[in-house]
C-alpha cells in the first residue's frame, strides 16, 4: 500500500445540529483514483467539504498530506492546501473574471510569481485542458457546459496539486462531452500521477475512471474495494446502484479485460 494522501478516522460530522456521519473512516492512497458515491441526502459533497477543509467537523480527524486542517502551524496547513486541487461541480468559476483571471486566481493568491510567469502557467494549463489561448478572454457567461468544466480544471491544476478533488465532475454534460472529459482526465493522471478523490453518480465515469469505490450509506462509509468487490455487498443501495442493466454491462466489460 502506498502512503495515504487522505486519512479519516472516526468522522462525526453534523449539519444543523443532526448526524449527518459517524464513525467514519476513509483512506485514499497516493497513486489511485478513489470515487465516493451514495444515495440522495448521504452527504457526499458534504464530506467533500470536510476534506477540503471548507466546514470543520464535529469529532474525528482528517488528515490531508498529513496535516490536520486545525494544526496551529498554519504554514504546514498552508502547504498542505497549496497540494490539493478542487473542481466543484458547477465549475464555480468568479462571473466576473475572464478564464485567464479565474485560472490565475490561486496562483497570485500564493503569491512568489510576476505575472509573466503567471502568464505562462494560465496558457500552459489551457493547453493541458485543450483549450486555446483565445479563450483565456472569455467570461464564465459566454463558455459552454464543457468549457466551464475545462476552465474549472485548468484552475485546480494550476498549482500543479499531488491531490485532485471533484465533485460531479461529468454532471450536465452529454454523452460526448462526458466521454471527452474522462479521456481528459485520464490523460492528465497518465501524466502527472496525482491522486484523485471524485464523487459521481454516473455509472460509466465511474467505471472508466475507478481504481477503488467507497460506498456512503447509513452515516458512514460501508463498503471500500475494487468494483468487483464492492458489488458483492448486501447493502440495498450497493445492489440498485450497481444492480442495473448499465452496471452489470459494465462490470462484464471489466471482466473481458
Known amino acids: 500500500m502506498g502512503e495515504n494522501v487522505i486519512e479519516i478516522e472516526g468522522l462525526l460530522n453534523m449539519v444543523a445540529g443532526a448526524v449527518l456521519h459517524k464513525d467514519l473512516d476513509l483512506a485514499v492512497r497516493r497513486d489511485e483514483v478513489m470515487t465516493l458515491v451514495g444515495g440522495s441526502g448521504s452527504g457526499k459533497t458534504q464530506l467533500l467539504r470536510v476534506i477540503v477543509g ?9 488528515r490531508v498530506f498529513g496535516v490536520s ?34 485560472i490565475a486566481f490561486p496562483l497570485r493568491r500564493r503569491g512568489g510569481l ?13 493547453k493541458q485542458v485543450e ?3 483565445h479563450h483565456a478572454k472569455l467570461l464564465p457567461a459566454n463558455l459552454s457546459g464543457g468549457m466551464v468544466k475545462r476552465v474549472s480544471l485548468a484552475r485546480a491544476l494550476a498549482l500543479s496539486p499531488d ?9 450536465g454534460l452529454d454523452p460526448d462531452r462526458s466521454e471527452r472529459f474522462v479521456q481528459l482526465i ?23 475512471l475507478s481504481d ?3 460506498v456512503l450509506a447509513d452515516q458512514h462509509i460501508i463498503a471500500c474495494g475494487t468494483l ?21 454491462r459494465a462490470l462484464d466489460g471489466l471482466a473481458v479485460v
Open 54 to 62: 471548507l466546514k470543520r467537523p464535529a469529532g474525528g480527524s482528517v
Open 69 to 102: 486542517w486545525t494544526d496551529p502551524d498554519r504554514s504546514k496547513v498552508r502547504a498542505a492546501r497549496e497540494r490539493m486541487g478542487m473542481l466543484f461541480q458547477n465549475g464555480a468559476l468568479y462571473s466576473s473574471f475572464n478564464v485567464f483571471d479565474n
Open 114 to 126: 510576476d505575472e509573466t510567469a503567471i502568464r505562462g502557467i494560465v496558457h500552459s494549463k489551457l
Open 131 to 133: 483549450l486555446e489561448p
Open 163 to 171: 491531490l485532485l478533488v471533484l465533485d460531479e465532475p461529468t454532471a
Open 186 to 208: 485520464r490523460h492528465l493522471r497518465e501524466q502527472h500521477r496525482f491522486a484523485v478523490l471524485m464523487v459521481t453518480h454516473d455509472l460509466d465515469t465511474l467505471f472508466d
Open 212 to 214: 477503488r469505490v467507497a
Open 228 to 248: 468487483p468487490e464492492v458489488r458483492q455487498h448486501p447493502h440495498r443501495f450497493v445492489q440498485s446502484f450497481f444492480g442495473g442493466d448499465r452496471g452489470k
